[in-house]
């Protein structure tokens, strides 16, 4: 493995093939980029690039081959046989059929690790089935745990199918397997499935169903916006704020400085007594701005933050003080997460903004 003369991070020299497509995959691939590895996009001619506020598409260097032409693919097989990772999110058999399946690339290559990014996952009866994010989270239970108490379900956006259990525990997947290869000197199909990966995420309320800890009832349990103390009130501007104090001594402070009635600082966890709890504590935030409120709570073990839209969190001073935002060629870009210390992630350049040829990918590689 080399290194390309702009990359950094713990992940520099890995060379990573990305398969184009949209979701989880593109997601995947970037946090690899940050991460310091040198991803190469293939895409089809034609292909739209040099879109400046394609955030996801960032740090990339891309290819446009056709994959039903034989020599394109030909192309193809003479990175993968230098490449380190392999990154596709087609339906199950679609990389066999072009002749870029986990066997035929194995014979160029075998400490390749090829990673399959899908929602139902390499097979199963819905493994043919389209599908999208909110169908995944779906059946693996998360989607009907999350909504108001008497109302329908409500899709949380697609971060917890797509970038939770999708590229995320296909990253990890990835790094496990890349590690091993270190070790083994052969690959492994890594097979991420969205639904896989929403399952293990609803681990911690697996437990609480088995001690009997956990209802079905939307909006009834403590992380669900059940709890009165763990939920969004609506402020006098219109705004909105959060409550998390789940710590005994966290909920007496809140209850301190807001002027919980003292009748009901005692009854956290009486259920019983949410209902009664809530509309006080809804009365109370109807009192005041979110401003003021955040004068008063923010930064305090009360444990409250202001209720934020995308516009307004790049101007917060703890995501400022963070670097949580940066730009990028004039475009605002989320920063790359989690911090390292020695070897510290960077954004390696903008989405591209024309194609490279594969010859003189491979003679870069081949002089590295």
Request: proline share 8%; hydrophobic share 40%.
């Amino acid at each position: 493995m080399t290194t390309t003369p702009s990359a950094t991070g713990p992940l520099a020299g890995i060379r990573v093939i990305e398969f184009a497509g949209i979701g989880p995959g593109p997601f995947a691939c970037m946090l690899l980029s940050d991460l310091g590895a040198e991803v190469i996009r293939v895409d089809r001619p034609g292909a739209r690039l040099g879109d400046p506020k394609d955030i996801i598409g960032r740090g990339r260097q891309t290819v446009l081959l056709d994959l039903k032409n034989p020599a394109d693919v030909a192309q193809v097989m003479d990175l993968l046989a230098q490449a380190d990772v392999l990154v596709e999110g087609f339906r199950p058999g679609v990389m066999e059929r072009l002749g870029l399946g986990p066997d035929a690339v194995a014979e160029r290559n075998p400490r390749l690790v090829y990673g399959r990014m899908t929602g139902w996952g390499q097979d199963g009866p819905l493994a043919q089935a389209a599908g999208h994010d909110i169908n995944y989270i779906s059946i693996a239970g998360a989607l009907a745990a999350i909504g108001e108490a008497g109302r329908a379900p409500v899709p949380p956006l697609n971060l917890v199918g797509d970038y939770g259990g999708g590229s995320l525990y296909l990253v990890v997947g990835i790094l496990s397997a890349v590690i091993e290869a270190k070790r083994s000197g052969r690959g492994q199909v890594v097979d991420a499935a969205i639904c896989d990966g929403v399952v293990s995420l609803m681990s911690l309320f697996q437990v609480q169903a088995l001690r009997g800890t956990h209802t079905e009832q939307r909006g009834s349990n403590m992380l669900d916006g059940g709890a009165p103390y763990y939920r969004v009130y609506e402020t006098a501007d219109g705004g909105f704020v959060s409550l998390g104090p789940i710590e005994p001594k966290f909920f007496e402070l809140l209850c301190e400085k807001v002027g919980l009635p003292e009748h009901l600082r005692q009854a956290q966890n009486d259920r019983a007594r949410w209902p009664e709890m809530a509309e006080a504590f809804a009365g109370i935030f109807r009192t005041r701005t979110r401003a003021q409120w955040c004068e008063l709570l923010e930064g305090t073990d009360a444990c409250f933050s202001p209720v934020l839209p995308l516009s307004e969190a790049a101007q917060h001073p703890h995501l400022q003080a963070r670097g949580a935002f940066v730009p990028v060629d004039g475009v605002v870009h989320t920063a790359p997460a989690p911090r390292l210390s020695r070897t510290p992630a960077r954004i390696q350049g903008p989405a591209p903004k024309a194609a490279v040829a594969v010859a003189d990918l491979l003679a870069r590689w081949q002089q590295g």
